[in-house]
Every structure is written in structure tokens, then in C-alpha cells.
């Protein structure tokens, strides 16, 4: 297996990353290069460990990731200490089926999150594009991870609702928290606006979007102290936020990567 990256050279002539500090780009660079990462774009790392192979202060190296997680440079599960490159298939193809199912079976060392999930349904989502000998590989991904996520349903029909909702709660509430730099705790308080709107069959995909699209929002970048639990998960402002669009974005960075060989 290869263990060794390309950089696409016109990442400098992307509309985000030359304007990044140096800092967030030295961290974008050895996000992308650690010896812990694998041809999927998705590994798991904890901060902490990255700052010490970087031998950065863990304050130093936590500004730095925050800055690329708010730029959409990366995303990162607080939870699992999973990193995922969203784009990362735009611009890496496996060179044959059998290269894919070797980079299939790293996703069995990575913890079923919703980061994962989300890797597994854009690898599938390409696999169409890239032919049938690759989709049919593709075929079984997810399943685990699916019968998981229906017994937590089930769990939750049987009388266990508020349960099943906090775990997913914590992880929204982690994401906001990495996405804004902020520190709010897992109280009873700031889970409970997330947990009513679960409740109300809203998503977790749909809580991210939230986060995501108003974390770009001009009001909140001017008054980000209402960037929190109880504003963005009120009743009156969730939905409409919801149907609000982010505002469209190229590619944040094009990256082409080798194919490993099997």
C-alpha cells in the first residue's frame, strides 16, 4: 500500500486556502499527510496526538484546526476522534475494482459515526459514476452501521426515546462546539433544545445543516454569542433556518492522491 499523497497544484488557486493562516494551512497539510491517514479520507485521530506529532502546543494546534473545520476544509467527530476530507472522492478514483476493496475494509477501523456513514454513502454515490465493477463492491457497505442505527430506533418506539436522542444530541452538541470554538457543556439545559427537535423527527443530518449554514450566517459571525444551543434549536427560528441555503461554494481544495495497489 502506498503511503505517500499528491497535491493537486491549483489547491493555490482555490478560493479559501491562500487566504487561510499559515498556521491552518501547515495543519490542513499534516492533516493530510499523518502517517495515520489511509486512502479513504477518513481516519481517526485524536487532536492531542496530532499537536504531538506536529510538537505544537495543544492551544496552538486546536486555533489552527478550528479555523480549517470552520472554512469546511475538514470535518471532525469530538466523539470518536474521527477526521473526514468530505470532497475527498471528487478527486480520487481507485485505479480498478480491486483497489477499491482494499480500501474498502479501512472502513472497518473506523467507529460507526455519522462521519463514517457519510464517507460510506459519498464512496457509494461515486461508485455509480465509476461502473458497475465498482458498485457492485459497494453493494454491502453501510450494513452494519445500518442495523445499528435501526435498533436504536427501535429502542426508541419501546418506550426509550429521550435516551436514544441524547447520545445523538451530544454529537450535535460536539459540532457545534468545534465549529464555533465555543465550549458548551453536555448540561441538561443545552441538550434538551436539541433532543425537542429530534424529537419532532427533524434529523441529525438536518441539525448539521443548521450548524453549518449559520455558521457562515453574516448575523451570527456579528454576533456570535447567539450562535448557541437554545437560539439555533428554538422552535420558531429551527425549520426556517433548515430551509435556508448556505450560501454555494466551489471545491474547497482539489486534491489528487495515488492509488494504492493491492
Known amino acids: ?18 487566504f487561510a493562516s499559515d498556521n491552518c494551512q501547515l495543519v490542513w497539510f499534516h492533516l493530510f ?15 492531542e496526538g496530532l499537536a504531538a506529532e506536529k510538537r505544537w502546543k495543544l492551544e496552538k494546534y486546536k486555533k489552527a484546526f478550528n479555523e480549517g473545520l470552520n472554512k469546511g476544509f475538514w470535518k471532525y467527530d469530538e466523539k ?30 473506523i467507529p460507526n459515526c455519522i462521519l463514517k456513514n ?29 442495523k445499528q442505527e435501526q435498533e436504536q430506533e427501535q429502542e426508541q418506539e419501546h418506550g ?20 464555533s470554538g465555543k465550549n458548551f ?3 441538561k439545559n443545552n441538550l434538551k433544545h436539541i433532543i425537542a427537535r429530534l424529537s419532532d423527527n427533524f434529523t441529525v443530518s438536518d441539525c448539521m445543516k443548521v450548524l453549518d449554514t449559520k455558521i457562515k450566517d453574516e448575523y451570527f459571525i456579528e454576533k456570535p454569542k447567539y450562535y448557541n444551543p437554545e437560539t439555533l434549536f428554538r422552535p420558531s427560528n429551527f425549520e426556517k433556518y433548515l430551509n435556508e441555503n448556505a450560501k454555494s461554494e466551489p471545491e474547497t481544495i482539489r486534491v489528487e492522491c495515488p492509488n494504492d495497489s493491492v
Open 185 to 187: 457543556k453536555e448540561t
Open 160 to 179: 426509550k426515546p429521550e435516551n436514544g436522542y441524547k447520545e445523538k444530541a451530544k454529537e450535535i452538541l460536539s459540532a457545534l462546539n468545534l465549529k
Open 1 to 18: 500500500m502506498s503511503r505517500y499523497r499528491n497535491i493537486h497544484c491549483l489547491i493555490w488557486n482555490d478560493d479559501k486556502f491562500p
Open 118 to 146: 457519510e464517507s460510506m454513502q459519498s464512496l457509494k454515490a461515486f461508485a455509480k459514476g465509476w461502473g458497475n465493477p465498482f458498485e457492485s463492491i459497494t453493494e454491502s457497505m453501510g450494513v452494519t452501521f445500518a
Open 33 to 47: 499527510t499523518t502517517p495515520m491517514t489511509n486512502p479513504i479520507g477518513i481516519y481517526k485521530a485524536p487532536i
Open 80 to 109: 470518536f476522534h474521527v477526521i473526514l476530507f468530505p470532497n475527498y472522492f471528487t478527486h480520487n478514483k481507485p485505479a480498478n475494482p480491486n483497489v477499491l476493496k482494499s480500501w474498502v475494509k479501512h472502513y472497518d477501523e
